[in-house]
C-alpha cells in the first residue's frame, strides 16, 4: 500500500492512525481537565502544571507525526526528484520552533 502524500492527503496504516488518534484522545482529555480546574476554582499552579502537561503532549504527538512525514512523504518526495518538499519542510520546522 502506498503511504506517501498524494494530492495532500497522506494514506496511513490503521496502526499509524490509532497511534495519532490515542495521543489526540489523551490531549482532549487532559484540555477537559484543565476546564474542569478552571470551573472548579482549582488554584493557579495546579492548572498551570496540567497546561505544562498538556502542552507536552501536544509536542510529542507533533513530533510523532513529523517523524512519521519525514521517513514517508518527504523521504519518498525528495526520491522523485520534488525538491520543493525539501522547503515545505524547512517552513514546518519553523513554526514549530518558534
Known amino acids: 500500500?502506498?503511504?506517501?502524500?498524494?494530492n495532500r492527503k497522506k494514506q496511513r496504516t490503521p496502526e499509524e492512525k490509532r497511534a495519532l488518534c490515542n495521543r489526540l484522545?489523551?490531549?482532549e482529555g487532559q484540555i477537559r481537565g484543565l476546564r474542569?480546574?478552571?470551573?472548579?476554582?482549582?488554584?493557579c499552579?495546579?492548572?498551570?502544571?496540567?497546561?505544562a502537561a498538556a502542552?507536552?503532549?501536544l509536542k510529542a504527538f507533533n513530533?510523532?507525526?513529523?517523524?512519521?512525514?519525514?521517513?514517508?512523504?518527504v523521504a519518498q518526495d525528495l526520491q522523485n526528484g520534488k525538491e520543493d518538499t525539501?522547503?515545505?519542510?524547512c517552513e514546518v520546522l519553523q513554526m514549530l520552533m518558534k
Open 55 to 57: 502542552a507536552a503532549a
Open 86 to 89: 525539501a522547503q515545505e519542510l
Open 25 to 27: 484522545s489523551r490531549l
Open 36 to 43: 474542569n480546574m478552571v470551573e472548579q476554582d482549582a488554584y
Open 1 to 6: 500500500m502506498d503511504t506517501c502524500c498524494t
Open 63 to 73: 513530533r510523532a507525526l513529523l517523524s512519521d512525514h519525514i521517513h514517508t512523504c
Open 45 to 51: 499552579t495546579d492548572v498551570l502544571t496540567q497546561s
